[in-house]
């Protein structure tokens, strides 16, 4: 009778070892799956920080300040992630002025008051960050007009 008590005790300790096991790895798993959740809301937070600088300038009326303001952004930006392209921000700009001069992002400080828009803005399909972003030209006013 000695032996079939021992032998239950025994039996007992096994399950229960087996029972507490199961528990510790049920619970690592939880833990792991609710840090990716908290890993995952965490870059769900810094992307829509990272596009929301971006798309505010995503508007159908800009004067070339502002356009000035998003080539120096994207000139900075493009120089803090020099190794990984997939983060760079290219602007473009389209349009020429009443002298048939090509405005673009190297002389675009001489067209600060003129009106532009924002023709297109697009997102880097494998990271969901804005990338491009394309000016166009709608009215041009000339510097010699900063009194009117």
């Known amino acids: 009778m000695d032996n079939a008590t021992e032998a239950l005790l025994i039996a007992g300790g096994i399950l229960l070892g087996i029972l507490t096991i199961t528990a510790l790895v049920y619970m690592f798993n939880n833990l792991s799956i609710m840090g990716n959740a908290q890993e995952k809301r965490e870059e769900t937070k810094r992307l829509a920080e990272w596009n929301s600088e971006w798309e505010a300038y995503n508007k159908m009326q800009?004067?070339?300040?502002?356009?000035?303001?998003?080539?120096?952004?994207?000139?900075?930006?493009?120089?803090?992630?020099?190794?990984?392209?997939?983060?760079?921000?290219n602007v473009e700009i389209n349009g020429k002025d009443n002298y048939g001069n090509e405005i673009n992002?190297?002389?675009?400080?001489?067209?600060?008051?003129?009106?532009?828009?924002?023709?297109?803005?697009?997102?880097?399909?494998?990271?969901?960050?804005?990338?491009?972003?394309?000016?166009?030209?709608?009215?041009?006013?000339?510097?010699?007009?900063?009194?009117?």
């Open 105 to 148: 992002i190297s002389n675009i400080a001489k067209y600060k008051r003129s009106i532009f828009e924002c023709a297109k803005m697009s997102y880097n399909s494998e990271t969901g960050r804005v990338n491009t972003i394309i000016f166009s030209l709608l009215e041009f006013l000339d510097q010699e007009e900063e009194g009117n």
């Open 62 to 89: 800009l004067r070339g300040a502002e356009v000035l303001t998003v080539v120096n952004k994207a000139k900075q930006n493009n120089s803090m992630y020099e190794e990984n392209s997939k983060y760079n921000v």
